[in-house]
Nanobody, 120 residues
Framework: VQLQASGGGLVQPGGSLRLSCAAS????????MGWHRQAPGKQRELVAN???????YYLNSVKGRFTISRDNTKNTISLQMNSLKPEDTAVYYC???????????????WGEGTQVTVSS
């Protein structure tokens, strides 16, 4: 069971980027899926996530600018990031709380980070 993230890159302030993440492997169930980020010298923070029913959570500073979407049939999530600001610069990590097939418990899984840099 693993998470594979894609997207990210360098964008000017006010620009947009889209991050995608796919869960693969033998998965029994996925509860929350979302994105965290970590800027240099700062703690990792939850940016957005969504439960299986699609109810989203957003960090206050990204509300109205970021949109998380989820496809339960494909075990994927995306994060559309608009009106990006320099303070959004960070390494973004895909995260999912999943139960592998044959397991009795769910746990957190993390994808490799992808760099998002907002700079002119």
């Amino acid at each position: 069971v693993q998470l594979q993230a894609s997207g990210g890159g360098l964008v000017q302030p006010g620009g947009s980027l889209r991050l995608s993440c796919a869960a693969s492997g033998s998965i029994a169930s996925i509860d929350y899926m979302g994105w965290h980020r970590q800027a240099p010298g700062k703690q990792r923070e939850l940016v957005a996530n969504t439960n299986r029913g699609g109810t989203p959570y957003y960090l206050n500073s990204v509300k109205g600018r970021f949109t998380i979407s989820r496809d339960n049939t494909k075990n994927t999530i995306s994060l559309q990031m608009n009106s990006l600001k320099p303070e959004d610069t960070a390494v973004y990590y895909c995260n999912a709380f999943m139960k592998p097939s044959g397991s009795r418990v769910s746990r957190d899984y993390w994808g490799e980070g992808t760099q998002v840099t907002v700079s002119s």
